[in-house]
C-alpha cells in the first residue's frame, strides 16, 4: 500500500518536472478566469435590460407612456376672427369694456325689449350682409352644441388654459360634442337671434377665461398664454346690468351677457 503511494507521489513529482506543466495550469487558470468574467458581465448585462426595457419604455421605474414626448418645432396658434374671409367682415357691436368711454359702452348694450344688458363678446357679420361660414378660432375640443332660438344657437369650444370660445347666432351645425376642432375648421352658418334681429345675419363671438369674458378684439393673432383677467374684467362680469324693466313679453332674456332679472350669466352670453 505504502508502496503505491510512494509510485504515485514520485509520478507527480515527475510531471511538474516537465517545462510545459506550470504553463498548462496558468492558461487552464486564466481561461477559467475570463470565462467566469464573461459570464458575470453577460448576466448583469441582461438584468439591466429586464429592468429598463431594451426600447426604453421604461427609465427609473416610470413608464414611457405617462412621460409623452413634447411635439418639437410645434407651430403656436394665434386667436383668428371666427370666419373665412375677415378682410370682408365688420363688427356689428362690441364688447362692453368697464374700462371704455361712455358712449362706448352705450354702443355696446344689448336691447331686448326694456331691458339693457352689456355685450360679453363681439357680434361680427359681413359688410355685403351676406350669410358667412363660422370657422373654430383656435383649434380644441367642442364641449357644447345646443339650439337656442333666444341666443340664435350656441358651439362652446374648450382649450387649454382655462379658455373656452363660444359661437353665438349660429345655424347648420358641423360639429358635435367630443370633436376635436383644427383651427379655421367650418363649424357652423352664421345666422340670427331673436335678441339680436336687428343686426342681421352674424355670429356672436367670445373669449373666456375661468368663466370670465374678455375682449376678444384684444386678443386676435395672439395666443392662448396671453389671456388675461384683470379686476375690471371680472367685476364687470359678475356686476348687475343697467336695467330699465322687465321685458314686456315676459321672456327670459338669458343672453348675450345675463338674465333679465339677474346677474349676467357667464355661461351663455351673446351679442
Known amino acids: ?23 498548462a495550469i496558468y492558461l487552464a487558470s486564466a481561461a477559467l478566469i475570463i470565462t467566469a468574467i464573461f459570464w458575470y458581465q453577460t448576466a448583469g448585462s441582461n438584468s439591466a435590460k ?30 383668428k376672427m371666427p370666419l373665412e374671409n375677415p378682410e370682408l367682415a365688420k363688427v ?26 352689456p355685450n360679453r363678446g363681439i357680434d361680427i357679420g359681413m359688410k355685403n350682409g351676406k350669410e358667412f361660414k363660422v370657422v373654430a378660432s383656435m383649434a380644441g375640443t367642442v364641449t357644447k352644441v345646443s339650439e337656442d332660438a333666444m341666443l340664435g344657437n350656441v358651439i362652446e369650444i374648450q382649450h387649454s388654459n382655462g379658455v373656452v370660445t ?5 345655424k347648420d351645425f358641423q360639429v358635435n360634442v367630443g370633436d376635436n376642432v383644427q383651427q379655421g375648421q367650418v363649424i357652423a352658418n352664421a345666422g340670427n337671434s331673436q335678441i339680436s334681429e336687428n343686426e342681421g345675419i352674424h355670429v356672436h363671438f367670445e373669449i373666456r377665461k375661468d368663466n370670465v369674458a374678455v375682449n376678444p378684439t384684444t386678443y386676435f393673432g395672439k395666443p392662448l398664454s396671453a389671456v388675461q383677467v384683470d379686476g375690471a374684467a371680472s367685476q ?13 313679453n315676459g321672456q327670459d332674456t338669458n343672453s348675450k351677457s345675463q ?3 339677474s346677474t349676467p350669466d357667464t355661461n351663455d352670453s351673446q351679442g
Request: net charge positive; charged share 30%; proline share 3%.
Open 50 to 79: 429586464d429592468q429598463f426595457k431594451k426600447d426604453g419604455s421604461e427609465l427609473l421605474g416610470q413608464k414611457a407612456d405617462k412621460n409623452p414626448a413634447v411635439e418639437v418645432g410645434k407651430a403656436v396658434e394665434d386667436f
Open 1 to 23: 500500500m505504502r508502496e503505491e503511494e510512494k509510485k504515485q507521489s514520485s509520478q507527480v513529482k515527475s510531471l511538474f518536472r516537465k517545462r510545459w506543466v506550470y504553463p
Open 166 to 170: 363660444q359661437y353665438q347666432s349660429v
Open 259 to 261: 338674465d333679465s332679472n
Open 92 to 117: 356689428e357691436m362690441g364688447f362692453y369694456d368697464a374700462k371704455a368711454s361712455k358712449k362706448q359702452q352705450e354702443a355696446a348694450m344689448v336691447v331686448y325689449g326694456s331691458t339693457y344688458s
Open 236 to 248: 364687470s362680469s359678475n356686476s348687475n346690468s343697467t336695467q330699465q324693466s322687465s321685458p314686456s
